[in-house]
């Protein structure tokens, strides 16, 4: 019997598949709508007929592992049905559920961190979320601890708007409720930010970590797996600064946000604005997001703001230089 072969998109879709039929399973009176980041539009083309058929094939074996959701085999047409579910816009009015179904694709691919993000926003506010973390230690993260493989891995946070955040392992822990950090000294806080550099400038980050007196490393992590280190007191601060003309999208944040500011913390842009998610598929922020606890926040929105400051004279001054 031959081996089925998933790729890393029919991994993504099929994510997205189950969780928008689960969703539908569990709210059978309410119209789903989710915002989430695939389509079904290569799917349904002549040529995508032995990708869909593998895809059906994912989505009803994964299905099968949980005895709820085996009432029947799905067809190919359910499990587009259920990924078109996806192309909601969200907005400021009625609920939405926002959804990354695979945040962090390429710490995925490396067997690093990634998560699974679900959201759901009511009128335009974030009032649950919750992040699956599968490779996330249970033990508190840092530089030795992402490089070792000793540590239980597999960690679910859940946060309800006014009710806090809680924490459990994979495999069925029971919940814990989990707080940021309550440091105020900067050169106690340590720092989250993206793996790759091209996800956000770690230049920026490093002159704001050095403005605040920030004295270790940074951890880089991928996903919003950082929003749940974060959210249990793991590090003080997270800095995400994308490159010029990114726009973030919500899926992207949603679930993290709540976890985190449910704990304790709080997220702006940099500009110090919160985080709006009412107006569709992106937040519309200010240069990038900074992450915190209350205590530390106003010194780190003034570094960065200082820091920004900096960096566009600096820019100016290499565009009138004609020497």
């Known amino acids: 019997m031959c081996r089925v072969v998933y790729s890393e998109r029919d991994l993504h879709i099929g994510s997205q598949a189950v969780v928008s039929y689960v969703l539908k399973s569990e709210f059978p ?4 709508s989710l915002v989430a980041e695939e389509d079904t539009g290569d799917l349904r083309k002549d040529d995508a007929r032995e990708t869909l058929k593998r895809l059906t094939k994912l989505v009803n074996d994964t299905l099968a592992t ?7 085999t799905l067809s ?9 579910c996806g192309k909601s816009e969200g907005g400021s009015h ?16 490396r067997g690093d961190q990634y998560a699974i993000a679900l959201a759901l926003l009511d009128e335009g506010k974030v009032v649950l979320g919750v992040l699956a973390c599968p490779n996330l230690p249970l033990a508190p993260i840092g530089i030795q601890a ?11 946070f859940s946060a309800k708007l006014g ?21 105020e000294n900067p050169e106690e806080a340590s720092l989250f930010e993206s793996y790759e550099a091209a996800h956000s400038s770690h230049d920026l980050s490093s002159t704001i970590a050095k403005k605040l007196g920030v ?6 992590i991928d996903s919003q797996a950082k929003y749940g280190a974060l959210s249990r007191g793991d590090g003080a601060i997270y800095l995400r600064f994308p490159h010029k003309g990114y726009r973030e999208k919500i899926w992207d944040h949603a679930a993290g946000y709540i976890v985190v500011t449910e704990a304790g913390g709080v997220a702006s842009d940099a500009a110090g604005k919160p985080l709006d998610f009412s107006k ?20 780190l929105l003034k570094a960065v703001q200082d820091s920004l400051a900096e960096q566009s004279s600096s820019l100016k001054g290499h565009k009138w230089d004609t020497s």
């Open 215 to 220: 004295k270790a490393p940074p951890v880089r």
């Open 146 to 156: 992402l490089q070792s493989s000793q540590d239980k891995v597999g960690c679910l």
């Open 94 to 109: 009625g609920r939405h559920w926002v959804l990354d179904p695979i945040d962090g694709t390429k710490g995925f691919l």
């Open 163 to 183: 009710a806090g955040t809680e924490m459990q392992s994979l495999d069925g822990s029971p919940p814990v409720k989990v707080y940021v950090t309550s440091t």
């Open 29 to 32: 009176s309410e119209t789903l």
């Open 66 to 72: 949980d005895e709820t959701y085996i009432r029947s």
């Open 280 to 299: 569709g598929k992106y937040l519309d922020v200010d240069t990038g997001i900074i992450v915190t606890n209350q205590k530390l926040m106003p010194s």
């Open 76 to 84: 190919a047409e359910d499990v587009l049905s259920a990924i078109d």
